[in-house]
């Protein structure tokens, strides 16, 4: 009898301890961040400005 009781009583422990509800799971978003580039490509529009200034100036004199 004691053996049926402890049977029954971790019947009872598993199934409530495995059971789960019907809503669905929160899953948090993967955020991936892009890489910046190096900082040498960000000079070359204003040394190319630099260069068309200066030679407007040049051709100015």
């Known amino acids: ?5 402890l049977a ?9 301890a ?3 509800s019907m809503a669905d799971p929160i899953v ?9 580039g190096s900082s ?3 000079i070359w529009v204003p040394l190319l400005l630099l260069a068309v ?3 407007a100036v040049a051709a100015a004199d």
């Open 1 to 5: 009898m004691k053996k049926l009781v």
């Open 8 to 16: 029954a009583a971790l019947a009872a422990a598993a199934s409530t």
């Open 18 to 20: 495995t059971a789960g």
């Open 28 to 36: 948090e978003p993967i955020v991936v961040e892009e890489q910046a």
């Open 40 to 42: 040498a490509q960000g």
């Open 53 to 55: 200034v200066a030679a």
